[in-house]
């Protein structure tokens, strides 16, 4: 049985590799029809909040679903495994179903300020990544992608979100859901006025 793997995030970043480490493990892809799936429902799910059509998103979500952003420290060397933190620890994100629905409510009120008039919002997923995970169950598969959001209000704001996100896909009765989600962005400190999109 394959344990669940762990998001390596850049606790290498700068060092040699140990002399006892065996050579780099590379990942084992699933089947090109399982990745084309996984490509189709990550670039669907881009579309469905480009257009802020966040009732449709919360549907291709697990009722078991865990969304997390992270903050993110500038580290030195030796404390790189302490760079992001971890579920309970301070973040952007740390939701369930239930706190989504309510984050998406929000952003539908004509008083949310920030998203009316609504943003201009692209995202940009690449370099999917996606391996089985049996011990999670049959069709459960960690997903590593990049994303980069570009997103534009009123006349001269403009964001960049940019980051990689590890995801738990699993088949539910209609197809692929999102059970896990951690993004990483690139960033230590958002600049951008607010963060009200999701990832």
Do not use: C
């Not at 995030?9 to 084309?36: K, L, M």
């Not at 962005?185 to 999701?198: E, H, P, Q, T, Y």
């Amino acid at each position: 049985m394959t344990a669940t793997p762990t998001t390596t995030i850049s606790t290498q970043s700068f060092r040699p590799r140990p002399p006892e480490a065996g050579p780099v493990e590379r990942p084992r892809p699933v089947d090109p029809a399982e990745q084309h799936e996984i490509e189709q429902f990550l670039y669907f799910e881009a579309q469905l909040l480009d257009e802020a059509r966040y009732s449709d998103w919360l549907d291709l979500l697990a009722a078991e679903v865990s969304y997390r952003m992270p903050s993110r420290g500038n580290r030195l060397h030796r404390d790189l495994t302490t760079e992001a933190g971890g579920p309970g620890d301070l973040g952007h994100y740390d939701e369930d179903l239930a706190s989504l629905r309510l984050r998406a409510a929000r952003v539908q009120q004509t008083v949310a300020w920030s998203d009316n008039p609504p943003p201009r919002v692209v995202r940009a997923v690449t370099n999917v990544q996606a391996t089985r995970l049996p011990d999670r169950g049959e069709g459960a598969f960690a997903v590593r992608s990049v994303v980069n959001a570009y997103r534009n209000r009123l006349a001269d704001d403009i964001d960049h979100f940019t980051g990689f996100r590890a995801d738990v896909l699993r088949r539910g009765p209609g197809g692929l859901v999102l059970a896990e989600r951690t993004v990483y962005l690139a960033d230590s400190v958002i600049l951008a006025k607010n963060a009200s999109l999701f990832l």
